[in-house]
Nanobody
Framework: QVQLVESGGGLVQPGGSLRLSCAAS????????MGWYRQAPGKQRELVAL???????NYADSVKGRFTISRDNAKNTVYLQMSSPKPEDTAVYYC??????????????WGQGAQVTISS
């Protein structure tokens, strides 16, 4: 099986910065796309940012220019650098990975979620 463990959530003031990390471990042959999603109270989960195995990225319009997604393939880890966060970025952030196992089948896995609160 595969586990995704997130870290780095917390409380930060508007205009500050925060970095989330998500490390994958377990039966991993390779990882295709990795991404970050978020869910605010009373809202549906939405895509924040996505990064492919080759490094191509895609961002939600609401975070373009403020958030940066990156990954370390050697460590099976994805990061989300949040710069100049706003109160509306407050949510539980989930990482996602499409993992290929040694049988060459792929499955989606999710992290446990990290609370991010932007408030003064």
């Amino acid at each position: 099986q595969v586990q995704l463990v997130e870290s780095g959530g917390g409380l930060v003031q508007p205009g500050g910065s925060l970095r989330l990390s998500c490390a994958a471990s377990g039966s991993i042959f390779s990882i295709n796309a990795m991404g970050w999603y978020r869910q605010a109270p009373g809202k549906q989960r939405e895509l924040v940012a996505l990064i492919t195995s080759s490094g191509s990225t895609n961002y939600a319009d609401s975070v373009k220019g403020r958030f940066t997604i990156s990954r370390d393939n050697a460590k099976n880890t994805v990061y989300l650098q949040m710069s100049s966060p706003k109160p509306e970025d407050t949510a539980v952030y989930y990482c996602n990975a499409r993992v290929v196992n040694y049988q060459r089948t792929s499955s989606d896995y999710w992290g446990q979620g990290a609370q991010v609160t932007i408030s003064s």
